[in-house]
């Protein structure tokens, strides 16, 4: 069984200050871990993906994240924040590390707001 | 974008009334997935295909049914729609090595 904890409902940060989005797992394999962003009233997009090939994995839009197994956290990062990257942001895990029928098991999400 | 379509992408209906939903995708992916999405819960998956005709159960599948007929398309059919599936429903694709998964843009349920 795999879950995933986003341990902020909401962050607010100003902008061009650093943004730190928290997120820990548990699965019983060896995870691929994503996140994903959904901006207000649109689908959702995919940030980027941890496949265990490096544990600092960029994205899209100057979004980062790093992987430790140690602490089995996957945190969201980005050094400046911008008022577009205002949206709901969900971490996600995949219980099978290759490709296969799994669903996805997300978290309950992260609200971002960014102050201008 | 991957190539997702979703219809209707919006829909109100009465308490006890069947209801279908389509997913459509131009990528020829053999996975799809349906989820629902609610305030506080995230996305939760209802059931999942593997091909055609070999669908299984998600998350949260109770008082609904799909199926596929071809690989493209995906229904989703509540039989008898409750309030309680009052929501926004994505369908998604899979086609990725690590099962990363690309969603359509949504259809908002609205029973009454």
């Known amino acids: 069984a795999q879950s995933v904890t986003q341990l902020d409902s909401h962050v607010s940060v100003s902008e061009g200050t650093p943004v730190l989005l928290r997120c820990n797992y548990s699965?019983?394999?060896?995870?691929?871990l994503f996140w994903y962003v959904q901006h207000p009233n649109k689908g959702l997009q995919l940030l980027l993906k941890?496949?265990?090939?490096?544990?600092l994995v960029k994205g899209i839009n100057g979004f980062e994240a790093e992987f430790k197994k140690s602490e089995t956290s996957f945190h969201l990062t980005k050094p400046s924040a911008h008022m577009s990257d205002a949206a709901e942001y969900f971490c996600?895990?995949?219980?099978?590390?290759?490709?296969?029928?799994?669903?996805?098991?997300f978290g309950k999400g992260t609200h971002l707001i960014i102050q201008p | 974008d991957a190539g997702i379509t979703q219809s209707p992408r919006h829909k109100v209906t009465e308490t006890g009334t069947p209801v279908t939903l389509r997913c459509h995708q131009t990528?020829?992916?053999?996975?799809m997935y349906w989820y629902r999405q609610d305030p506080g819960h995230g996305l939760r998956l209802i059931h999942y295909?593997?091909?055609?005709?070999?669908?299984d159960k998600g998350e949260v599948s109770d008082g609904y049914s799909v199926s596929r007929s071809k690989t493209e398309d995906f229904l989703l059919t509540l039989e008898s729609a409750t309030s309680s599936q009052t929501s926004v429903y994505f369908c998604?694709?899979?086609?990725?090595?690590?099962?990363?998964?690309?969603f359509g843009p949504g259809t908002r349920l609205t029973v009454l």
């Open positions: 998604a694709i899979s086609g990725g090595q690590y099962n990363e998964q690309f």
């Open positions: 699965s019983s394999y060896s995870p691929s």
């Open positions: 941890y496949t265990s090939a490096a544990t």
């Open positions: 996600v895990v995949s219980g099978l590390s290759g490709g296969g029928a799994d669903g996805l098991t």
């Open positions: 990528e020829n992916h053999r996975y």
């Open positions: 295909s593997y091909g055609v005709k070999d669908t």
